[in-house]
């Protein structure tokens, strides 16, 4: 990087989640991370708060910083899906003294960073080779659902955020459509989010257990997952196999919006906690069960990502990227 051109040597690098707030100091030239931390985002009352407090930990002072925000990203505006958090892109870079803040979607990236991963950072299930500079798409399901889009063009690699999460589940069985009924209750709008997310789980538990005719116990989603995969309540082992087979089926929808030949990668906090499973064979199965379009999809590789701080390297690929381009424009 150009110091003569006044480009940051570091820049701070945040992925603000619904429930997590993880942050670092990126090095632009290089694009490694240091002093890695990860913070509740209920111990601050909001991201200046957390902002403040890593700093103040690490004894860092960049006048640079790249966010990825769990919330789209219109405007100055930033306000959190599925947390209490909200801020103002202008009000934060001037009472944190930066110079500049950039604001992205934290699956755009995730997005960014997929093509600087390493082997031993990806799981394979399933499909072919990935497509030499084909469409790639990230998927992840944590406290929300998110989606992205990573796209070639003569410029180099472009992630093309979304809010797919948002869209309607999709049920292809009696029993999808009678669990759907159950979880769509008073709401007009039943999102994929609203059903396959870490925060949602116990409501699908509940209405297994509803089904069956049983009164349904009050979990938290680590005690459904723990139960499922440990096989000591038959509710919790049948939630999570619907729940693999509902996530392989998204995305493949979200595989065949984006023309997918490069690749589907997932990431957020629940796939690698039930990688097993998703590598056992309904998930595929699941993926590829499109009608018309099997052979199409059978092809497509899906990747779980194993790398932990991801998005955080994606964060810094923008700001390495947004910052030079920003100091070269202004010579």
């Not at 292809?172 to 994929?192: G, I, K, N």
């Amino acid at each position: 990087m150009d110091q003569a051109l006044g480009l940051p040597a570091t820049a701070l690098v945040a992925d603000l989640g619904g429930t997590n707030a993880r942050f670092a100091i990126a090095e632009l030239a290089t694009l490694a991370l240091s002093q890695v931390m990860q913070f509740p985002c209920t111990s601050h009352r909001g991201p200046d708060a957390a902002i403040r407090s890593y700093l103040d930990q690490v004894g860092a002072r960049p006048t640079h910083a790249s966010i990825a925000v769990a919330a789209p990203v219109m405007g100055e505006e930033i306000v959190f899906t599925n947390s209490p958090w909200s801020f103002t892109t202008s009000t934060l870079c001037r009472d944190l003294g930066f110079e500049k803040i950039l604001v992205l979607n934290d699956f755009q990236a995730f997005a960014l960073a997929l093509p600087e991963l390493a082997p031993h950072e990806l799981c394979q299930i399933g499909g072919l080779a990935p497509q030499e500079r084909g469409t790639k798409v990230a998927i992840g399901l944590g406290t929300g659902a998110g989606v992205a889009a990573l796209v070639w063009t003569p410029s180099g690699w472009i992630a093309v955020p979304s809010e797919g999460g948002h869209i309607a589940f999709a049920c292809h069985t009696a029993e999808d459509f009678a669990l759907a009924e159950r979880l769509r209750a008073d709401r007009t709008h039943l999102s994929v989010e609203r059903v396959l997310s870490g925060s949602r789980v116990p409501d699908l538990y509940r209405a297994v257990a509803a089904s069956h005719g049983s009164s349904p116990e009050m979990l938290a989603p680590d005690e459904v997952l723990t139960r499922a995969l440990a096989g000591t309540d038959p509710i919790a082992v049948e939630t999570l196999g619907l729940f693999i087979r509902w996530f392989g089926s998204f995305t493949a929808d979200a595989a065949l919006m984006f023309g997918a030949r490069g690749g589907v990668y997932l990431g957020g906090g629940i796939a690698p906690r039930i990688l097993k499973l998703i590598r056992s064979g309904p998930f595929r199965e699941a993926f590829e069960a499109k009608g018309r379009m099997r052979d199409y999809l059978a092809s497509i590789p899906i990747y779980a990502v194993l790398a932990e701080y991801a998005t955080l390297r994606g964060a810094a690929i923008e700001a390495a990227l947004t910052f030079s381009t920003a100091i070269s424009d202004l010579h």
